[in-house]
């Protein structure tokens, strides 16, 4: 049954296809015919008049295209622009971690010197007072 029912649903869709290709041709006839009729109504005067006014808003597009292609490259160079300064941005960044670093590893060993320093200056405090002991008696 499943099988009827996909054959019968493909040969559908394959008949509706071919139906819309004629629909479609048909459409394309009419509008040839429509245009043939519309032709014929005009003068050659109304024709030049129609091809110059088509003309004159070809060259408008024209004008309109020329400045829309030189914003386009205006904002690509912006663009790139952008990027460069993003890149150094980063570089900028990768640097500055770096030095953070840098002056971590360094703060560590001031901290590890500071500890030493107060650990020998306590022995000599401690020893300075032993010796005062010493004089003393």
């Known amino acids: 049954m499943k099988k009827a029912m996909m054959a019968t649903w493909s040969e559908s869709e394959e ?13 394309c006839f009419m509008a040839i015919d429509d245009l043939d009729e519309v032709n014929s109504n005009f ?12 003309y004159e808003d070809f060259e408008k597009l024209s004008l309109k295209n020329n400045s ?10 912006e663009l790139e622009e952008v990027k460069e300064k993003f890149s150094i941005d980063e570089i ?14 360094e703060n560590e060993i001031l901290k ?8 020998s200056l306590s022995i000599f ?12 008696s």
């Open 15 to 27: 008949s509706s296809e071919e139906e819309n290709e004629k629909e479609v041709a048909n459409m």
């Open 125 to 136: 405090s401690r020893g300075q007072k032993s010796f005062e002991m010493i004089l003393a």
């Open 68 to 77: 829309l292609k030189k914003k386009i490259q205006e904002l690509e160079k």
């Open 92 to 105: 900028s960044k990768t640097h500055l971690e770096k030095e953070n670093e840098i002056l971590r590893n």
């Open 112 to 119: 590890k010197k500071n500890e030493w320093l107060t650990s």
């Open 43 to 54: 003068s050659d005067e109304d024709m030049h008049s129609i091809f110059e006014e088509l």
